[in-house]
């Protein structure tokens, strides 16, 4: 996902159909840093 300037704000990660609008779900960018942070002290 990006904001208005093209900065990366999150990653979408699904998505669900709710009649006719759609719901889309995603983490922000602080999340997806402690995920890959907790990610790579595992591979350590």
Do not use: C, H
């Amino acid at each position: 996902m990006l904001d208005s300037p093209g900065r990366l704000v999150g990653i979408t990660f699904g998505y669900r159909e709710a009649g006719k609008e759609r719901l889309i779900y995603a983490y922000d960018m602080e999340r997806v840093r402690a995920e890959l942070s907790a990610l790579q002290k595992l591979a350590n």
